[in-house]
């Protein structure tokens, strides 16, 4: 009886022995991409402070606005820009504030305008997309 008993417990230290041996095994063999995650956790941790690629924002703060209050506002700017300079200039001012991809159309025309005052803050807006 005893015999059996020890027979059984040898074969449960084996089974036991394989399944840990396993694990251990499967670890030595991902051990070789540690060093690739590491890497890449490394770089995601540094690219928190360059800029998002996804994102066209170039004001250090990022303002979030509704959409509707950016159509309207983007509306508006587009009907100031038909103006003179100075409806030009307020619709500028709306483009900055909103400071996304969708300004770039009025930037352009900006940079084609007679006024210099007008050429001048779309090309410094047009440089903060950079």
Do not use: C, H, W
């Amino acid at each position: 009886m005893l015999n059996f008993f020890t027979i059984v417990l040898i074969i449960f230290i084996a089974i036991l022995l394989l399944v840990l041996k396993k694990r251990n095994l499967r670890k030595l063999v991902n051990k070789g991409d540690l060093y690739s995650i590491k890497l890449k956790e490394k770089r995601k941790n540094n690219n928190k402070f360059l800029s998002n690629k996804n994102s066209y924002l170039y004001n250090p703060k990022e303002k979030k606005y509704s959409l509707y209050y950016k159509n309207s506002q983007r509306n508006k700017m587009f009907s100031l820009f038909k103006g003179n300079t100075e409806d030009k200039l307020k619709a500028l001012k709306i483009a900055e504030e909103l400071a996304d991809k969708s300004t770039l159309p009025i930037l352009r025309k900006g940079l084609r305008d007679i006024s210099p005052e007008v050429i001048e803050i779309s090309a410094l807006l047009i440089r903060k997309f950079k």
